[in-house]
């Protein structure tokens, strides 16, 4: 049984808070124990309401936040490692997208949706050399497991619904409050004002650090994605602004989209991308990605190699006489 209620989780607005909380539980371990207790009691939650579901929404409805007098509509997709591939979530997704005339999507995701036209984030831009080169690292160190991972996930794609691990790979998944779906995974992120208290705080501290320890940079990515669309309201005369971002990042944009006093260097450079226009916003674009991929190859290069170069040296002696 959770040591928590949702009503209770949700509305806490800090890591202290949650500290409080299991304190007053009788919980006496440091703060890694409180959170490891705390994300599955939120799995537990999660899964419990989940597990509830029957029916689809009919359509696909954004989280809608007006900043200036700008609506900012985010769409938050399942995307995965096999991306957004399922026919009938696809055509669910695409419905809405597809009429907007100016769609801003997370890297990668507009390959999947129709849309006619759009731009895409450099969320990669936050990484830095650090973060690149150690989410390369990362993910060479855990090639097996990742593949792994996408041959279950094919499987799971396949059966749909599985109540007992409390995720929907389909349209149901939006019958879900956009705060419970975050936590539909086992060891999930903690809801968006806890996430974000945990993440920005370790950020502030030493974001070398924590680009090492989190390559991947979830809550940053978030609010750079924050940023840049304020920044296009401002280049572009069109309203409302359209994000689809992978929807672990969506409540999480909405927090730093609702906050009118946010001034983060992350934020900041976030809206000076978002500003850029034409050719000058390409460019930024390109040469972010380039040097992204290329420290992130180098950092997974340097566990691949060795592996790959293993793997066909002892193949090559099996084969050859």
């Known amino acids: ?27 006496s371990g440091d703060l890694p124990v409180i959170l490891r207790k705390a994300r599955d009691d939120f799995y537990a939650i999660a899964s419990a309401h989940a597990a509830d579901v029957t029916q689809a929404p009919s359509t696909f409805t954004p989280e809608i936040v007006v900043r200036d007098g700008v609506e900012y509509h985010i769409y938050g997709v399942i995307h995965g ?39 895409v984030i450099p969320d990669f831009a936050v990484l830095g050399l650090s973060g690149s080169l150690s989410m390369g690292f990362y993910v060479g160190l855990s090639f ?9 996930e094919f499987f799971k794609r ?3 619904r599985n109540a007992s691990e409390g995720f929907l790979f389909d349209a149901r998944y939006y019958s879900l409050d956009p705060e419970l779906r975050r936590g539909v995974e086992p060891q999930p992120p903690l809801p968006s004002k806890l996430q974000i208290d945990l993440e920005m705080d370790n950020w502030n501290r030493s974001p070398f650090r924590s680009r090492i320890k989190d390559p ?3 809550v940053p990515r978030s609010m750079f994605m924050a940023g840049y669309a304020v920044g296009v309201s401002r280049a572009r005369p069109e309203r409302p602004v359209i994000l689809v971002v992978g929807d672990l990042h ?27 226009k034409g050719l000058r916003r390409k460019a930024k674009f390109l040469g972010a990605k380039i040097a992204h991929l290329t420290l992130a190859a180098l950092g997974g290069g340097v566990i691949l190699i060795p592996i790959l170069t293993a793997l066909m040296w002892t193949a090559m002696r099996w084969l050859l006489p």
């Open 1 to 27: 049984m959770p040591d928590i209620d949702w009503e209770t989780l949700r509305n806490l607005h800090s890591i202290a808070d949650l500290q409080r909380h299991y304190r007053e539980k009788g919980f």
């Open 216 to 218: 991947f940079a979830l």
């Open 144 to 152: 097996p497991i990742r593949l792994w991972e996408l041959f279950t």
């Open 81 to 119: 490692m096999l991306g957004g591939d399922d026919k009938d979530y696809l055509r669910f997704v695409s419905e809405p997208i597809a009429s907007a005339d100016h769609v801003i999507f997370e890297n990668g995701l507009n390959y999947f949706y129709k849309h006619q036209s759009g731009q």
């Open 250 to 276: 969506t409540m999480e944009i909405v927090r730093f989209l609702e906050d009118p006093t946010l001034d983060h260097p992350v934020f900041r450079t976030g809206l000076q991308h978002g500003s850029s």
């Open 158 to 160: 396949s059966k749909g």
